[in-house]
């Protein structure tokens, strides 16, 4: 089978993202008793292909725990810890660390962390609570009867002395019956927790707690192949509401003032048996009620049955959400949010205007990439809590400019070239169980890695990148090359999206296209070809196989997508459609050949934003690159039904999946692949980009916008952050940290000056 091909290749080395054996030495691989004898299931499978058939326990919450001795209060102290799916790990009752993020079995992640700080002379406990979710979806690699714990403390006192302690027979669990299955949110994502307070142990993260009544957990590894977390622990921190309403006979109402990701906490005390119901909601339903049955499949309504003393209730996973409240609370309620995501400073990259909808657009987008940042960059963090590739490449960016941290970007590379063991065209969710194949997503990959050498400069990652994925995607492609060099045939092996929602292709010719030349499959095959080539020719390596077959790829478009009578490509060979889809998404690729590029700009300026959010990037992408600034500006800032703006009127504090909530019958309100804006104005608009990989010289290429309104954004670098400021009739000022060479590249008329930042 494929996955013990995998594992084969991992154990001689040909996967290099792993690293085996992980430094966890003989510590022991902990289960709950519950998988006694219940075998592991190989889930990794083509789409197309007929699963394995799935079983074993779910929603499996599980207590480990011990007490260790230290002889002195430690100078270090190390800690290597994984689990399967999740862990939220304590050491003397502090909320240490909690992961691990999304991994793949033959690729599994651990952290390493120096926990010095919540270590104490004499006796110290150390506490896991440990998830396995068993369902197979694309919020954990699960459903595959992989779930257990391990960790190793090293340990080294004052004057050099090490001791170490992992886990292994003097550990204790605890099958937690606190959580009662009732049923699942989203596509299957997660269980609702309806919690029965009077069966959670008190004090079980403490030292001398008596757990000598449970049980002993299993013991013996599975078969994980372990590899050093790419990423830091999430960020996690309280978030008080900004609005608390009391508003009688036990309901309370809360506003957190915008979207957020976050696991809940309240304090409260009740007669024992009392049931308190906990609602949460991106949106209301009438003055301060909660529509806790979200568009995004999504039924925000819990149940807590209270102890009869004072619970602290921990919702164990998270929700995305603004609003709360609970109904028929016995008495007063603390009421706050743990709210998570990868390290963010908010402070890192900021945009001011004298135009205030530019702030609000800015806004949205920022907060949206933040909460959709979770150790992947999810797709949403309500309904499908996944990473797929068409949305990371926007994500990733934006991200980069907001935070300047390439890790995360860095991490989803990885993901994605480890689904590359599932088959080498990729797959469009990684990591995780759940099997989906989109053609055109896969056909962007290379685009994302091309962003994340220009802003790391990671030259020997992406070389290894290069090296691995490339040549079987680019030849899993061109297996389906036609005569022509364009690709068809793809029904049946990967889905082809176009545009999404299928409302918003602009009356795409899809059913006539769909096994044919797609034009916008072969308009991002062509951006995939080019860009591979521009990778090569940067890393030495020869990129002529890749000019060529985009050169064929442009002669095909001219030969057999052109309609003559308008200049515009059509949306596959034989079709007499030609939508903004099969003429924006090649002009954004520089692809005119055969077309006539003003009757494609004049398309765009009548069609406008007829797509969706994903597709807008690259619309108004290839207006700036094609110095139709004004155009561009114009459809980012615009009051259209499609546009950011629509968003804000319905009261979006992140950027939504469509146009507005009722464009789509599912719409979320947190789903940042519409956060282009972020790295459109930061590119195009002020005209920042690494002039070299890393940022060691910086191009500065602002468009030509005659109606641009006053813009200060700071964005972060390597050696401190770039300023970019314009006034109206005055132009740029960009100023940069000390020792940064700059390329201007400034239109004729336009006048930057470049000043430099004083060392400080």
Known sequence: MRYEWMLMALMTGSIASAQAPAPFGDAAWLRNPVFKEVPVINLLHRQKEKGPKTGGPKNVHTLFRTEIRLREKPSRALLTITGDDYYKFFINGHDVV???????????????????????????????????????????????????????????????????????????????????????????????????????????????????????????????????????????????????????????????????????????????GHVVTVRHGEELSGPDEVRFKLRANCTYEEKVTLSGMEDRVEFYDYRAFRYAEVLDAPGPVEFWAEVRHHPFDETKATLASSMPLVEDIWRICKNGV??????????????????????????????????????????????????????????AVAPGNFMQEIAEFSLQYPIMVEYYLEHSGDTAFVRKIVDEVFPGLFAYYAGFEDESGLLTGLKGEKWVLVDWPANLRDGYDYDYAENRANTVVNAFYFGGLTTAARLYAQLGLDPKPFEARAERVAEAFAARLVDPATGLYVDAPGSSHSSLHANAIPFCFGLTRGANPEAIVNLIREKRLSCGVYI????????????????????????????????????????????????????????????????LIAEYVMGLSPATPGWERIRVAPARIQNLPDLDLVVPHPLGHITARYRRGLGYDITVPPGVAVEVEAPEGVTVRVLTRAAS
Request: net charge negative; hydrophobic share 35%; with cysteine.
């Open 98 to 272: 909690q992961g691990p993020e999304g991994g793949y079995a033959f690729a599994y992640p651990y952290y390493r962390l120096d926990v010095t700080a919540f270590l104490e002379a004499g006796t110290n406990c150390l506490a896991s609570h440990g998830y396995y979710q068993g369902l197979v979806n694309r919020a954990f690699n699960s459903g595959d009867n992989r779930s257990g714990f391990m960790l190793r403390l090293e340990v080294t006192y004052p004057g050099g002395r090490q001791e170490t302690f992992q886990t292994g027979d003097d550990w204790r669990c605890l099958s937690l019956d606190v959580f009662h299955e009732t049923g699942t949110q989203g596509y299957a994502t997660q269980f609702i927790e309806n919690m029965d307070m009077r069966k959670m142990p008190r004090g079980w993260r403490l030292a001398g707690f008596d757990d000598g009544e449970w049980a002993t957990p299993l013991i013996g590894r599975q078969d994980h192949v372990f590899t050093q977390q790419i990423t830091p622990p999430l960020q996690r921190y309280r978030l008080d509401p900004v609005v608390t309403k009391d508003l009688g006979d036990g309901r309370f109402f809360y506003d957190f003032g915008k979207e957020i990701v976050a696991s809940t906490r309240m304090k409260l005390t009740g007669p024992q």
């Open 370 to 427: 933040q909460m959709g940042s979770q150790g992947a960059f999810l797709d949403c963090p309500s309904r499908e809590k996944g990473q797929y590739l068409g949305d990371t490449v926007i994500i990733a960016r934006s991200h980069l400019w907001l935070t300047g941290d390439t890790s995360l970007t860095k991490k989803a590379l990885q993901d994605f070239a480890d689904s590359r063991f599932i088959h080498p065209g990729l797959m």
């Open 616 to 679: 807008a990037s690259y619309v108004i992408e290839g207006l700036f690159r094609a110095g139709e600034g004004d155009l561009a500006w114009d459809l980012i800032t615009s009051d259209d039904l499609h546009s950011w703006n629509e968003m804000l009127k319905h009261g979006a504090t992140a950027c939504l999946e469509a146009w507005g909530p009722d464009q789509k019958g599912n719409c979320s309100w947190c789903h940042p692949w519409s956060s282009s804006p972020i790295y």
